[in-house]
């Protein structure tokens, strides 16, 4: 079974404009999962989405948006980009069932805004 | 409000000895408690979990000791390798959210040979 995918997996982006990036999780996963990666905060939920809703969502601004599509596929959209955004977003899926919990994570995109 | 805190953040260990991170919550509703490990260029990947009914878990090398009064839990990685030098993750998630996970800081693992 193929793993999580996203893409793509370097990005370099100025201040002020918008990126997208997307996922594709395990074959058969509806929950999408995507968490921010930096050093200086570590390892953030980002939002979660299953069968095309919004389930949970962190504590970031608006600018962080994402969807996620029929076929389970998942995008993530940022919005006039900071240098704070520099980061590795990784995106996970899962099964979401009370007895399948684990979250499978992608290799991450790496985004660096100038 | 860091909910799962991690120590140490770094470990040096030799290759055979025992490696013990730890990790407090504070948090009661949290109810899944896994561990990850993460490679450069590499997301995290699981390598156990545990529920708070159970006070120990042992996958291989890999075991977790939980204590529920005291709202800690730890990773022991028995007769260290090489290979496991990684950075290790702990995390928690309540009922009903386990896409949702709060992850400790993190603790990077050297093992020596």
């Known amino acids: 079974k193929a793993g999580v995918t996203q893409t793509p997996r370097y990005l370099i982006k100025t201040r002020g404009q918008q990126v997208t990036l997307s996922c594709s999780p395990i074959s058969g996963h509806r929950s999408v999962s995507w968490y921010q990666q930096t050093p200086g905060q570590g390892l953030q939920f980002l939002f979660e989405y299953f069968s095309e809703t919004q389930r949970n969502k962190g504590n970031f601004p608006g600018r962080f948006s994402g969807r996620q599509f029929s076929n389970s596929r998942s995008e993530m959209n940022v919005s006039t980009l900071e240098l704070g955004d520099s980061a590795l977003y990784l995106c996970a899926s899962s099964l979401a069932t009370v007895s399948a919990k684990t979250q499978y994570f992608g290799p991450g995109t790496r985004l660096l805004v100038l | ?113």
């Open chain 2, 1 to 113: 409000q860091q909910q799962v805190k991690q120590s140490p953040q770094s470990l040096i260990v030799q290759k055979g000895g025992i490696s013990i991170i730890n990790c407090a919550y504070e948090n009661t509703a949290f109810d899944y408690f896994p561990w990850y490990q993460q490679f450069p260029g590499k997301g995290p990947a699981l390598l156990i979990a545990i529920r708070p009914d159970v006070s120990e878990k042992k996958e291989g090398r890999f075991t977790i000791s939980f204590n529920k009064s005291a709202k800690q839990f730890s990773l022991h990685i028995m007769d260290s390798q090489p290979g496991d030098s990684a950075t290790y993750f702990c995390a928690a998630s309540k009922p009903g959210t386990a896409s949702k996970l709060t992850f400790g800081t993190g603790t990077r693992l050297q093992v020596t040979l």
